[in-house]
């Protein structure tokens, strides 16, 4: 008998509750202000709904999802192009993998997989015999389109009110197609920005405690400070001391949500702001 969803998650459970808490957290929209602009919105919807052709160019995509009336009529003077890592599609009659879609997507779209839970999903493996093998999360905060936009657009981005419907002009539904939520402006106080600092320090120790874990499952307290002190840029220290003296200690504890790791973190963090 194949295993269910809940077997197979390799991060934190992440369903509309859960991103919008992140979000608001963060001082940010609920939803993604670049969906229907961002080309991996684009390729996830098109290798969900209509991507039979692998092979097809960008133009042709383009064409395709224009004429099924998926794409915004600006589409072409603001769409944000990719940074990182391309969507991967795969699919046959048994199975599909997919690999750094977009998490709305699957969050709130009708672009969905049919057999994929609503949640905000990012990558994922699934056949027949064992369903889902792996699922992995991820918030669009995390998203090196929204960071890129965030960070380097600043003048071009229109401020949102996170705290009601207006980040969605349709209202907040699950029809993706009809969300077309961009983002030629969105303005992050001066607050979120520090934010979402704190948020991508704290994420990025704790992808390095993770990793040690998996070579050294017993590593001591110590053992994980010195780690993380030898894969970590002077610059890095510096911005985690920066985040850290805006946001405050305490608010390392809303982004740290696992609490095995909040003790190592903080110790990480503030002993880099002591002087040596």
Not at 27 to 50: A, D, E, H, I, M
Not at 228 to 239: G, H, I, P
Request: glycine share 6%.
């Amino acid at each position: 008998m194949g295993k269910g969803v809940n077997d197979f998650r390799c991060y934190k459970y992440m369903d509309k509750k859960a991103y919008f808490n992140i979000s608001d957290k963060l001082g940010l929209p609920r939803r993604c202000p670049l969906v229907g602009y961002c080309q991996r919105w684009k390729y996830t919807v098109y290798f969900n709904s209509y991507g039979k052709d692998r092979c097809a160019t960008d133009g042709q995509v383009d064409e395709l999802l224009k004429k099924h009336h998926e794409l915004p009529l600006d589409f072409d003077e603001k769409k944000v192009a990719f940074c990182g890592d391309p969507t991967i599609s795969h699919d046959d009659n048994e199975s599909f993998f997919r690999s750094n879609v977009c998490p709305e997507i699957s969050l709130f779209s009708e672009h969905r997989l049919g057999n994929m839970p609503k949640e905000a999903i990012s990558s994922c493996s699934w056949s027949k015999y064992e369903e889902f093998r792996f699922i992995e999360y991820q918030h669009f905060s995390e998203c090196l389109e929204f960071i890129q936009k965030s960070y380097f657009d600043i003048s071009k981005i229109k401020s949102f009110n996170t705290m009601n419907n207006s980040i969605n002009q349709h209202g907040l539904n699950d029809n993706v197609a009809g969300d077309k939520v961009m983002g030629d402006k969105i303005t992050i106080s001066m607050q979120s920005q520090q934010n979402l600092s704190l948020f991508e320090v704290t994420k990025e120790i704790m992808q390095l405690l993770q990793q040690l874990e998996k070579t050294n499952p017993n590593a001591t307290e110590l053992e994980k400070v010195a780690h993380v002190n030898d894969e970590t840029a002077l610059s890095f220290k510096r911005r985690a001391v920066g985040a850290l003296r805006s946001g405050g200690e305490t608010a390392i504890d809303e982004f740290v949500l696992e609490n095995k790791y909040l003790k190592v973190v903080k110790a990480i963090i503030i002993g880099w702001s002591k002087p040596d």
